[in-house]
């Protein structure tokens, strides 16, 4: 994707750190994006079409989240934070938007959830959703479908990759690095749910405006909706057949679904 089709902007944010973000689209309604961990606005937004659709009826804007791709990084390795996008908003004048993150930027769109959302007209959730914390409702969750696309190990690789050299390795360095032994992600218990900002605060049924969540049929979706399922007045799921976390939204194997859906559902839900 060339850079004519999309501008690239910077802010400074409340504590000094510059934020960099990418704009598409000159009419409509804004839609904000937010990738996911070790991703990029560019990566996880304009190199798999999702921004180009979009920006087709709205003004789009996806943001480098602190830490990652063109934006400072104080806390190399660190997550994102929803008080930028929220200053981000402020920034560029976005009253009310869209808001639509994936994985970590679903844990963030959550945030947003309790922070502004007055300021929301739809809330997205790629990869990802606002799981069970109460004990008794957890054990009542459907079992997901266990596997793994067999691509998922190639895109995690590549990705692992970008972020790296986005860190300043090389890309010697970078394929070195994620070569090494992994160690295992920690269980999600209901208390790292809480602790790490999976929406464990969050009241959904407070929540008044319109909820999708996309997932592939293989990243666990009925552990990540059960909840919104229950709770949401207004909830759409999306399951994408045969794919996992990064399948479901890497260039290359983002299945069409993907995209289709999350335009249907902006547009369909426009304020």
Known sequence: MSDERYEHGWFDASDGVKIHYVTQGETGSWVVLIH???????GNWCVNGVADALAAN??????????????????KGGPGKPEDVVELMDH?????????????????????????????ITAGFGGSGVRETDEEWIAKVPVDVEGTDPDEA????????????????????AEASVDKPREPRPAV??????????????????????VLAINGELDRPMAKTHRMWRELRDFTNVVLPGKSHLTAIV????????????VRFIDGNDA
Do not use: W
């Not at 790490?196 to 605060?201: K, L, S």
């Open 36 to 42: 996911g961990y070790t991703g990029s606005a560019e």
């Open 58 to 75: 709205h003004r789009v804007v996806a943001i480098d989240c602190r830490n990652h791709g063109r934006s400072d990084k104080p806390e």
């Open 92 to 120: 560029l004048g976005i009253e009310r938007a869209h808001v639509h993150g994936y994985s970590m930027g679903g844990m963030i769109t959550g945030r947003l959830l309790s922070l502004i959302p007055d300021r929301m």
């Open 154 to 173: 190639t895109a995690s690789r590549n990705l692992r990759i970008s972020a790296a050299m986005n860190n300043g390795k090389s890309r010697e360095e």
């Open 189 to 210: 218990t209901p208390e790292r749910v809480r602790r790490m900002g999976f929406g464990g605060e969050l009241d959904l049924r407070k929540v008044d405006i319109p």
């Open 251 to 262: 260039a290359g194997y983002i299945p069409p679904e993907y995209v289709s859906s999350t």
